[in-house]
């Protein structure tokens, strides 16, 4: 029988420092987030010396929550990217001591991979097709031949950061998703915007101009909201119905921050429906930035012989989800 490994891992490639602890038989033992909270979009340096002050305290919350000491932990597992270099830095700093200084190995971790993998686990989804959106990242991938390759990703702004920034310019409250997803409710009549497909890749930056310039033109700002989330959502179901019919993948799931939209959910139901293929969505909790995604994943890694010397482990704040070999699911 194989003995059970637990790791510790931790998230800091944004606005949150997250610890969790996982072990190899799946089981989250704890999931700790401290989140940085901003008005005008997160400011990398201060979200920094927000993840630096609340660290110890957050490693100190895990340990006690999942009832074990630092020395039970097989090891250590850090999101080294993508992400902002200042966050990602103070992550990394506290991964590497604890690595030297309890001598535990060190993982290396993708944080688009760390969001997927949590999704597969908490959804028992196998084989799916995955659209991952977030404030940072849009992309619609699968796995083929040993990585996850990408069938459609955004080319400039991603959807969540879209939205976000739309919220910020026309005074709702952040986060932005929820808050314009609310007032598009009360919305009446669609206003055309810059639908923007090329290929299977999408780009966003040309319909925040544009809803942005509908608002200052007087249009109600509750159908503007509609328009910008109807506009946005379909642009990205279009391109996964299409991936979902070139891959014939018969689970479509959804995860990141903005997995927790009710709207794209609907819309992407609809999409795996008319395919034949089971819709899933991540749990809320393991939606946007977390420490237990980290540790998953770092135990998926970790019992496949991954690690990194400290003295490698620089961070990738470009680090895509194409590059990296998954040798847990060949």
């Known amino acids: ?192 915007l810059p639908y923007v497909v090329k290929g299977q890749d999408l780009s966003f930056s040309g319909l925040l101009t544009m809803a942005l310039r509908k608002v200052r033109e007087g249009e109600r700002l509750e159908d503007v909201c509609f328009s910008l989330i109807e506009t946005a959502y379909s642009m990205l179901a279009e391109v996964a119905e299409r991936a979902l019919a070139h891959t014939k993948k018969k689970q479509l799931v959804l995860t990141g921050g903005v997995a927790r939209s009710r709207r794209l959910q609907e819309m992407l139901r609809e999409v795996a429906a008319e395919h034949g293929a089971e819709f899933h969505v991540v749990p809320p909790e393991y939606a946007g930035d977390n420490g237990a995604m980290i540790a998953w994943c770092g135990v998926l890694a970790y019992i496949h012989g991954v690690t990194i010397p400290v003295e490698e482990s620089c961070i990738r704040q470009r680090w895509r989800l194409d590059e990296v070999d998954i040798p847990w699911r060949r």
């Open 1 to 192: 029988m194989k003995r059970k490994v637990t790791v510790l891992g931790i998230e800091s490639t944004a606005h949150t420092f997250g610890v969790g602890i996982a072990t190899s038989e799946g089981e989250i033992l704890a999931n700790v987030n401290y989140v940085y909270t901003f008005e005008k979009g997160i400011h990398p340096r201060e979200a920094a010396e927000h993840h630096s002050s609340v660290a110890h305290k957050a490693v100190k919350e895990a340990l006690d929550k999942a009832g074990l000491s630092i020395h039970e932990i097989d090891a250590i597992a850090i999101a080294l990217g993508p992400g902002l270099g200042p966050c990602l830095r103070i992550g990394a700093t506290v991964a590497r001591a604890l690595s030297l200084y309890f001598n535990k190995p060190l993982v290396p971790v993708n944080h688009c991979v760390a969001h997927i993998e949590i999704a597969r686990l908490t959804t028992g989804a196998e084989d799916p097709l995955v659209v991952y959106v977030s404030g940072g990242n849009t992309i619609v991938s699968a796995f083929v031949d040993g990585r996850y390759r990408v069938f459609g990703e955004t080319l400039d702004i991603a959807l969540g950061n879209c939205i976000d920034a739309f919220a910020r310019e026309v005074g709702l409250p952040q986060p932005g998703v929820p808050n314009v997803e609310k007032m598009a409710e009360r919305g009446s009549k669609y206003i055309p």
